[in-house]
């Protein structure tokens, strides 16, 4: 999984939360929201690529989508918060069946092309639903590395369910992530391996010395 979705998510929601402020940050190093209440912007939503900045748009005062915003990246949000829907069901079911968890377990989640680590999660717990497919994870750490071996991004997270044949995931309770300078947390993660995606529910507070608004004075 390359979390390059996860820099530019934090991106998206620093200016949401400048927005959402009427200009009233003091400055760029530290940006909280809550976005459930900033915008009316579905919540938080920053999917991987192009069509993130998108998907930050979210709707309108009327609760009407924006007409700016393409038919396929609405379906595309939809489609994640369906899939969202269902694994926090799941993150319910198979935490109940939880029973002999492994302790200090270091699962390798992308090669880069010559076979180093790209990235890799550890965890202080987790139990593996072979037959169903699930990995259910606590005390969860994942790093994406660089080639040379050093750490581009990592985020931290209470405890989360990975489907391995869809690649997606649903993190419950706080999460932390890094990329460079800019911090990022929040409570109720869906994140997407193949997609790079990354989607947070709520409570987002963005902290960050290398964010700048171009032309704004404060």
């Known amino acids: ?20 402020t009427g200009g009233q940050a003091r400055d760029n190093k530290a940006a909280p929201a809550d976005v459930a209440e900033a915008g009316r912007r579905d919540k938080a939503a920053a999917p ?4 993130a900045r998108a998907a930050a748009a979210g709707e309108d005062a009327e609760g009407e989508q924006d007409d700016e915003i393409p038919q396929g990246v609405v379906e595309r949000i939809a489609a994640m918060d369906r899939d ?15 029973d002999r968890p ?5 699962i390798p989640v992308e090669q880069h092309p ?4 790209k990235v890799d999660a550890t965890a202080e717990r987790a139990q593996f639903f072979e037959k169903e497919g699930y990995v259910w994870c606590g005390g ?29 995931g649903w993190a419950e309770g706080r999460a932390v992530g ?15 391996f193949s997609d790079e995606s990354v989607k947070i529910y709520s409570k987002v507070v963005i902290t960050s010395t290398d964010i700048k608004f171009e032309g704004v004075k404060l």
């Open 178 to 192: 890094t990329y460079g300078k800019t911090r990022l947390e929040g409570s109720g993660i869906y994140f997407s």
């Open 102 to 106: 492994a302790e200090g377990v270091v």
């Open 140 to 168: 969860v750490t994942v790093r994406e590395y660089a080639l040379d071996g050093s750490v581009k991004s990592q985020f931290h997270v209470d405890g989360c369910l990975v489907d391995r044949s869809t690649k997606t």
């Open 84 to 98: 969202k829907e269902r694994l926090e069901s799941a993150y319910t079911v198979y935490v109940a069946k939880i």
């Open 48 to 51: 991987g690529g192009g069509d």
């Open 114 to 117: 010559d076979g180093s680590v």
């Open 1 to 20: 999984m390359s979390l390059k979705a996860l820099h530019l998510a934090m991106l998206l929601a620093a200016v949401a939360a400048f927005a959402a």
